[in-house]
């Protein structure tokens, strides 16, 4: 069999139908995938089994990011986004880093945790030893709530007990609960079991149990992508490659001392973050939440990358964060285009699945301060965003890119300029 390769030179110049007959080969799309991926996925009476008050969809551009060589295996990786040069910079960085070697990833146990708040402890040291005598026991009680995950491998890992003494509402005592959630995202398995043993922690404790919920925080569920980039590949028209390298380092020192500029660069990387998470039919807020908390991890909010110049000379980068996806359950089984997108991944488990969604993370940061730190973000930011300013503008499908070129080549790219240009023609 054939390897395939993310390598697809020309891909963004090709007419839709041909993307799409290149995706559908490469995943084995059938006929009725194809045709959720040009506009029959989700129909407004699924919709209207999955929330409340529906009215109909909401739409959103779904793209293919290519060049991605992750533990030596290609990918093509679904994004959905709406803005521009996202799908360009992931893919361009991608095959930067393809030409070290591409990402190494790895992924902790998917082990989330679930929190029990208690209150009115009498005894606050009696209270967490009778937790840690009976762990074994809360654990088992845990692992009677969902017996699939159980079965798989997973189940309950931990009972860790957090007494806070001073809160606005007086002495509380927190017990977390470490519960291996497998394939699954685990948000129903975690909040089930929860409940299921928040009577036997009132009674352990003589407390009284409030909260029963798990945290979004998942720092016990990471993960990781590094990769390493020869320095000649980064060099550009006026800067050689060392050089280039060196002032993508400064951007990442600058992000790690300074709060103000480290919540854009953390943004930077969501914005290849959320897309695929989005694509997947996983919980995008989730995730965004235990990022940016993981990332002020230390009391001090700073980037989630490491970006350095290597004893070679060559440019490292690194990217560790919580990333609780699931591939059963939810809108990922639900959601028609969830399903596509899962498929054209072809990943086989939900650590799979985090470890290429961090290297994507990754991949987009360094688009971003590539781009920062050398010719300029607006360069190519604004060249693809023009399109959009046309469509804005009233621009139909035969005028857009002509309005857009013009607009670039005048460096005045706004919907009143815009208006001017098709008001001329």
């Given at each position: 069999?054939?390897?395939?390769?993310?390598?697809?030179?020309?891909?963004?110049?090709?007419?839709?139908?041909?993307?799409?007959?290149?995706?559908?080969?490469w995943?084995?799309?059938?006929?009725?995938?194809?045709?959720?991926?040009?506009?029959?996925?989700?129909?407004?009476?699924?919709a209207?089994?999955m929330?409340?008050?529906?009215?109909?969809?909401?739409?959103?551009?779904?793209?293919?990011?290519?060049?991605?060589?992750?533990?030596?295996?290609?990918?093509?990786i679904?994004?959905?986004?709406?803005?521009?040069?996202?799908?360009?910079?992931?893919?361009?960085?991608?095959?930067?880093?393809?030409?070290?070697?591409?990402?190494?990833?790895?992924?902790s146990?998917?082990?989330?945790?679930?929190q029990?708040?208690?209150?009115?402890?009498?005894?606050?040291?009696?209270?967490?030893?009778?937790?840690?005598?009976?762990?074994?026991?809360?654990?088992?009680?845990?692992?009677?709530?969902?017996?699939?995950?159980?079965?798989?491998?997973?189940?309950?890992?931990?009972?860790?007990?957090?007494?806070?003494?001073?809160?606005?509402?007086?002495?509380?005592?927190?017990?977390?609960?470490?519960?291996?959630?497998?394939?699954?995202?685990?948000?129903?398995?975690?909040?089930?079991?929860?409940?299921?043993?928040?009577?036997?922690?009132?009674?352990?404790?003589?407390?009284?149990?409030?909260?029963?919920?798990?945290?979004?925080?998942?720092?016990?569920?990471?993960?990781?992508?590094r990769?390493?980039?020869?320095?000649?590949?980064?060099?550009?028209?006026?800067?050689?490659?060392?050089?280039?390298?060196q002032?993508?380092?400064?951007?990442?020192?600058?992000?790690?001392?300074?709060?103000?500029?480290?919540?854009?660069?953390?943004?930077?990387?969501?914005?290849?973050?959320?897309?695929?998470?989005?694509?997947?039919?996983?919980?995008?807020?989730?995730?965004?939440?235990?990022?940016?908390?993981?990332?002020?991890?230390?009391?001090?909010y700073?980037?989630?990358?490491?970006?350095?110049?290597?004893?070679?000379?060559?440019?490292?980068?690194?990217?560790?964060?919580?990333?609780?996806?699931?591939?059963?359950?939810?809108?990922?089984?639900?959601?028609?285009?969830?399903?596509?997108?899962?498929?054209?991944?072809?990943?086989k488990?939900?650590?799979?699945?985090?470890?290429?969604?961090?290297?994507?993370?990754?991949?987009?940061?360094?688009?971003?301060?590539?781009?920062?730190?050398?010719?300029?973000?607006?360069?190519?930011?604004?060249?693809?965003?023009?399109?959009q300013?046309?469509?804005?503008?009233?621009?139909?499908?035969?005028?857009?890119?002509?309005?857009?070129?013009?607009?670039?080549?005048?460096?005045?790219?706004?919907?009143?300029?815009?208006?001017?240009?098709l008001?001329?023609?």
């Amino acid at each position: 069999m054939t390897q395939k390769s993310s390598r697809l030179p020309g891909f963004y110049k090709l007419p839709i139908a041909e993307r799409l007959k290149m995706v559908a080969d490469w995943a084995g799309l059938d006929e009725t995938e194809q045709a959720v991926l040009t506009g029959r996925g989700l129909q407004a009476g699924q919709a209207n089994m999955m929330i409340e008050n529906v009215l109909g969809t909401f739409e959103l551009p779904l793209g293919i990011a290519c060049n991605f060589l992750i533990n030596g295996r290609d990918y093509i990786i679904p994004m959905a986004v709406e803005e521009p040069s996202v799908l360009a910079g992931v893919s361009y960085a991608a095959k930067l880093i393809r030409a070290g070697g591409g990402f190494q990833t790895e992924a902790s146990d998917p082990v989330m945790i679930g929190q029990i708040q208690v209150l009115d402890v009498p005894d606050m040291d009696a209270a967490i030893a009778a937790i840690a005598a009976n762990k074994q026991k809360l654990m088992d009680l845990a692992n009677c709530c969902d017996r699939v995950i159980v079965d798989l491998g997973g189940g309950a890992r931990d009972i860790v007990v957090r007494p806070f003494p001073d809160t606005p509402v007086g002495p509380m005592l927190i017990v977390h609960l470490q519960f291996d959630t497998r394939d699954a995202m685990g948000a129903n398995a975690i909040n089930t079991a929860l409940e299921s043993l928040a009577p036997h922690i009132a009674k352990l404790t003589g407390g009284r149990t409030n909260l029963r919920i798990l945290s979004n925080l998942a720092d016990q569920r990471l993960a990781t992508a590094r990769c390493t980039i020869p320095a000649d590949q980064l060099a550009v028209p006026g800067i050689e490659g060392r050089a280039a390298a060196q002032l993508i380092a400064e951007a990442n020192a600058f992000a790690l001392v300074d709060p103000y500029r480290a919540a854009t660069h953390n943004k930077g990387i969501m914005n290849g973050i959320d897309p695929v998470v989005i694509a997947t039919g996983n919980d995008w807020r989730a995730i965004e939440a235990g990022a940016h908390t993981y990332a002020a991890r230390n009391g001090h909010y700073a980037a989630l990358t490491d970006w350095h110049i290597d004893e070679n000379g060559d440019l490292f980068g690194a990217i560790t964060l919580p990333m609780a996806v699931g591939m059963v359950g939810g809108a990922t089984k639900v959601h028609p285009t969830a399903r596509v997108a899962m498929k054209i991944l072809g990943v086989k488990s939900a650590p799979e699945l985090a470890q290429i969604i961090a290297a994507v993370g990754l991949a987009q940061n360094l688009a971003a301060i590539k781009a920062l730190s050398t010719v300029g973000i607006q360069k190519g930011h604004m060249a693809l965003h023009a399109r959009q300013v046309a469509m804005a503008a009233g621009a139909a499908n035969s005028n857009i890119q002509a309005i857009a070129n013009q607009l670039v080549t005048e460096k005045n790219i706004n919907v009143n300029r815009a208006k001017e240009l098709l008001a001329g023609n």
